[in-house]
């Protein structure tokens, strides 16, 4: 593994070490009424994490194999990250199924992480038009990521009450 990597792998890991039990013992009513800025639910918004490990996953790989610059589409685009929640349906998904795949998918990309080629690490990705993210770049992004969504879980527990 690559070193510089392994605070990312260790802080996601620790974080879903923490946070796998408090999000399954939330209650039924908390997870499916509250709502954040982007009027999302914690289910909704543990599904946007879920389609983010399996997106980046999907990225992480293509850019050991394609050609750099990487066309790939953002999902979290244009309000697209949004379609793919309501496309799932996440507000009706079992809540345990949920917080399994989120937890495997979550693994699953570390291992990924861990696997990494040195040599592909500037290799690109156009993030848009205009900008383009490295592997390594985005690899480093992940971790902040994830915190950002379960900081905002944290806040809607913690509101009003």
Known sequence: MIKEFEPITEGVLNLMNEWE???LN???ELIITRRNRQNRTIKQIVGHMIDS????????????YRP????????????NNDRW????N?????WVDMINL???????????????DSSKLENEWHYSEDRL???KAGIIDYLRHFKLHLDEIDELIKANG
């Open 21 to 23: 039990s408090k999000l």
């Open 26 to 28: 939330l209650d039924k």
């Open 53 to 64: 490990a399996s997106n980046n996953t999907h990225r992480f790989v293509h850019m050991h």
């Open 68 to 79: 750099s610059p990487l066309r790939f589409p953002n999902y979290a685009a244009n309000g």
């Open 85 to 88: 929640i309501a496309i799932q």
């Open 90 to 94: 996440y507000q009706d998904e079992n």
């Open 102 to 116: 989120w937890k495997y998918s979550n693994l699953h990309i570390l291992h990924v992480i861990k696997n990494v």
């Open 133 to 135: 993210i490295s592997l």
